[in-house]
């Protein structure tokens, strides 16, 4: 029964692998007006998003007790907009895996204070939800100079996490540094 199981384990990732060439295979085969198309698409889908949020009452960004921006869909890219380095923490309420990222965000925000900033944005801000596709609570998106370098659904590991973070960091500066 077990060999059965591995075997059958095997066939499934061998499939995987599969599905995964071709998929990379037609994704470099693309030309390159469709890709410039699909970014043309993308665009304008964002710009809708930007528009729906854009029509909302302006709520100011606020900053809750531990010191991270609580963020609405009527000032999110106002928020992202402003450059540097941004860590969005797409939470839910009653949600297990949010609650337990808590801590850490909280200890990330204190250890990267002055170079990163990090901020929340509750599931009930649905255009920005939708916008990002975020399916999964948490999920913490990485924007660096108003755009998207990460998006990292799920819990994260602590060592794992902080070196993503390292990364974009030492990213920037040197981008900074050739300006």
Known sequence: MNLVKT????????????????QKEEITNATADELARLAEMEAAAFAEYDAKAAALPYVPV??????????????????????????????????????????????MAKLYAGVIRFAKLHNSNEIMTEKYRIQAFPT?????????????????QPERFRMILDRVMLDFQAKQDER
Not at 81 to 97: H, K, S, T
Not at 143 to 148: L, M, Q, S
């Open 7 to 22: 075997l059958l384990c095997c066939v499934c990732c061998l499939c995987f692998v599969f599905m995964a060439s071709c």
């Open 62 to 107: 606020k900053q809750n007790e531990d010191g991270l921006l609580v963020l609405a869909d009527a000032n999110f890219m106002e928020t992202v907009n402003e450059g540097g380095i941004l860590v969005v923490d797409c939470w839910m309420d009653n949600c297990y895996y949010c609650e337990q990222m808590d801590p850490l965000i909280n200890q």
């Open 140 to 156: 913490f998106v990485i924007f660096v100079d108003g755009k998207i370098v990460g998006l990292l659904p799920g819990a994260q």
